[in-house]
């Protein structure tokens, strides 16, 4: 069975940081790349971030670019996503996922239909 556990989330103020955790289950978590996408209540999910399961080469939407880092852990079958400089456009669930690449996409197709809980992240003086 396909899990991904996310925590690390919070209420932070503007300019802070957090780091969020996924650890995962029931795959081959090295085989994939892996994926941190957040949602706002009543808009659609965005993906944030990727990472590859080959060169470990990652990618950001441009309005995370330089503030955000994704990386992973093989060996604990853990994607992480660390965010600085937070603003309030921050503020939304994230959810990660395991994704395996596609000719006519920018970043990786969710490679499963589960999702996990998310955990929420509050940017907020």
């Known amino acids: 069975q396909v899990q991904f556990v996310e925590s690390g989330g919070g209420l932070v103020q503007p300019g802070g940081s957090l780091k969020l955790s996924c650890v995962t289950s029931?795959?081959?978590?090295?085989?994939?790349?892996m994926n941190w996408y957040r949602q706002v209540p009543g808009m659609e999910r965005e993906i944030v971030a990727s990472i590859t399961s080959t060169d470990h080469s990652t990618k950001y939407v441009d309005s995370v670019k330089g503030r955000f880092t994704i990386s992973r852990d093989n060996a604990k079958n853990t994607v992480y996503l660390q965010m600085n400089s937070l603003t309030s456009e921050d503020t939304a669930v994230y959810y990660c996922t395991a994704g395996v690449p596609h000719p006519d996409l920018e970043y990786p197709l969710a490679a499963f239909p589960s999702w996990g809980q998310g955990t929420q992240v509050t940017v907020s003086s």
């Open positions: 029931g795959f081959t978590f090295k085989t994939y790349a």
